[in-house]
């Protein structure tokens, strides 16, 4: 069984940086893609960025592309991202998920372990 566990979350202004934490525990990080997602209210969950087996392959969504970073710490088993000139609509709850086994996609039916999220808000 795989937990995840994000962090990292807050209230910031627009312009600000903040960097979100996910805790894997119960599989090593090099047998799973793992992915960050989020939901804003009354939207569907939609992809926001991804880094492969072994850190090998990165992918993000268009909308974050150049200010959000993803990436992870395989002795502390954890993913980061690290979200940077944030906007308001970067608002929504951010979810961290894990996909063991090969293909890295954008998908969130894909993803078999999800986090219980953590609030990102940014007011302008």
């Known amino acids: 069984q795989v937990q995840l566990v994000e962090s990292g979350g807050g209230l910031v202004k627009a312009g600000d940086s903040l960097r979100l934490s996910c805790a894997v525990s119960?599989?090593?990080?090099?047998?799973?893609?793992l992915g960050w997602f989020r939901q804003a209210p009354g939207k569907e969950r939609e992809f926001v960025a991804l880094?492969?087996?072994?850190?090998?392959?990165?992918s993000y969504a268009d909308s974050v592309k150049g200010r959000f970073t993803i990436s992870s710490d395989n002795a502390k088993n954890t993913v980061y991202l690290q979200m940077n000139s944030l906007k308001p609509e970067d608002t929504a709850l951010y979810f961290c998920?894990?996909?063991?086994?090969?293909?890295?996609?954008?998908?969130?039916?894909?993803?078999?372990?999800w986090g219980q999220g953590t609030q990102v808000t940014v007011s302008s």
């Open positions: 998920a894990a996909k063991p086994g090969y293909g890295s996609t954008w998908s969130p039916r894909a993803y078999d372990y």
């Open positions: 119960g599989r090593p990080l090099r047998d799973c893609v």
């Open positions: 880094i492969g087996r072994g850190g090998g392959t990165r």
